[in-house]
């Protein structure tokens, strides 16, 4: 049941609109003046507000002004008397969602009543999933405590609140898209459209439509015109996948865009006035790209406002262990499962390249989650299908790095921790069997020293 306000100053009028929604099925309830109605408008609980304009001191307009303020999700409706039509212009210029001049008919009252409290709960719906955005991809969501991470995240946390566009670099895999969905999420746009587009999977003419729209008959087959992702995204981020792929005709629309805050669809000679944040992300080297005149000089500089280097999962080993745990929960949640890690598996995990980065550490521990036998994944289960461990591609410095950074690791927790072996092995998320051993390995004694 839909709840409506009437906001009217002369009482007939009140009760012949509260009877006809109530007959209709909503709940009805009134304010008498301009001043009642503001403040029940603002304190919310209603659906739709349905104001008179002209009522003493205090308007329609005020009244439509304080739930705008309070409540920007209700619909408002105003109702004009013939000849103050342009009162009704200025109100929707302030939020109304539509109005009615009398003398109106009961089946137009119901009509955008009906159309409003519809409205209402698409709205509603459109910020709960915003929201849900949001809580899915807020920074404490991305798994990663290595030294390069906190500091990437940092920076991160520090740009959402601008809107500066941001360029992500890094290898296939990264989850350059996850940082890019972060940023809008924590982003004053938060509430609006986030729309992602993958460059390299489009021709130069399906791009161009895709990102600017056309209009009909524009080319052979565009039988209605449509609007493009710029559009979409007003108000919202638009995230570039792959810029390098696209191309240079392309390169030099999209920097126009930019730089005018415009756009032509195409087909089209009218501008289109757009707002929106562009992310663009690459697994290519763009100053590169530049001197080989394979990418515009200017949209490199008006895209690398911030510029945010995702490193590869080789680089931030560290980070494996919370990373495994983190999916493992994920597609045990997702199959009905309780798997878990023995220490060989995350140790052969721990030296393995990636040459997928995450994405590959993903699929591996989804593959090894959905065969686990007895519960337990084990070192086997968990390598590239056809890689035996001696064929893994480890090297010598590389088995350096890694034997440093748990070092790193263990002498932090150690002095943390006061050198309890049992909350050092829980921080590290190992067990205390498998910390004994590498510490054992490493030369390392239990007050942090080094043997």
């Known amino acids: 049941m839909s709840k409506i306000l009437i906001v009217d100053d002369e009482r007939n009028m009140r009760a012949t609109l509260a009877m006809m929604l109530r007959a209709s099925g909503h709940e009805v309830d009134e304010a008498a003046d301009g001043t009642e109605g503001a403040k029940k408008g603002g304190s919310g609980g209603f659906d739709v507000v349905l104001t008179d304009l002209r009522m003493g001191q205090r308007t329609g307009l005020d009244v439509l002004r304080e739930v705008k303020t309070h409540q920007p999700l209700t619909e408002v409706i105003v ?33 955008k009543v009906d159309r409003a409290v519809a409205n209402r709960r698409l709205a509603g719906e459109v910020a709960f999933l915003a929201n849900e955005f949001k809580d899915r991809y807020k920074f404490e969501n991305i798994v990663g405590r290595s030294t390069v991470m906190r500091e990437l995240l940092g920076r991160v946390i520090r740009i959402a609140a601008t809107d500066a566009s941001v360029l992500i670099t890094g290898e296939s895999g990264t989850g350059k898209e996850l940082i890019a969905k972060a940023i809008h999420a924590n982003s004053k746009r938060a509430q609006r459209t986030f729309v992602p587009l993958n460059c390299a999977a489009m021709t130069e ?24 992702l710029f559009e979409e995204a007003d108000g919202g981020t638009l995230f570039l996948d792959e810029i390098g792929e696209m191309p240079l005709f392309s390169q030099a629309k999209l920097l126009r865009a930019l730089q005018e805050g415009e756009i032509r669809r195409v087909g089209e000679n009218k501008a289109v006035r757009v707002d929106v944040r562009v992310i ?56 009905g499962l309780r798997a878990k890690i023995d220490d060989s598996a995350l140790d052969a995990l721990m030296v393995y390249e990636f040459p997928g980065n995450v994405r590959e550490l993903e699929h591996l521990v989804e593959q090894a989650v959905a065969n686990v036998q007895n519960g337990v994944i084990m070192r086997d289960d968990v390598l590239p299908a056809g890689t035996s461990p001696s064929q893994r591609p480890v090297s010598r410095g590389l088995a350096r790095i890694v034997d ?46 080094t043997s």
């Open 404 to 449: 440093e950074a748990e070092r790193d690791a263990i002498d932090e927790a150690l002095k943390a921790l006061d050198g309890n072996r049992e909350r050092v092995a829980e921080a590290l998320g190992i067990s205390v069997t498998t910390l004994w051993r590498k510490m054992s390995r490493l030369g390392i004694t239990f007050d942090g020293r």
């Open 79 to 111: 109702m004009t008397a013939y000849g103050t039509i342009e009162s009704a212009v200025e109100a929707i210029r302030l939020g109304a969602s539509d109005y009615l001049q009398k003398p109106f008919s009961e089946q137009e009252l119901l009509v």
């Open 205 to 228: 003419s399906l791009l161009e439509s895709e990102l600017f729209g056309h209009a009909k008959g524009a080319f052979t087959g565009a039988i209605t015109g449509r609007k493009g």
């Open 280 to 335: 663009a992300a690459t697994n290519q080297d763009l100053k590169t790209a530049v001197d080989e005149k394979r990418f515009r000089r200017d949209l490199f500089y008006r895209l690398n406002v911030a510029l945010f280097e995702i490193p590869a999962l080789r680089d931030r080993r560290n980070d494996i262990p919370d990373l495994v745990r983190f999916f493992i929960e994920k597609h045990n949640k997702k199959m």
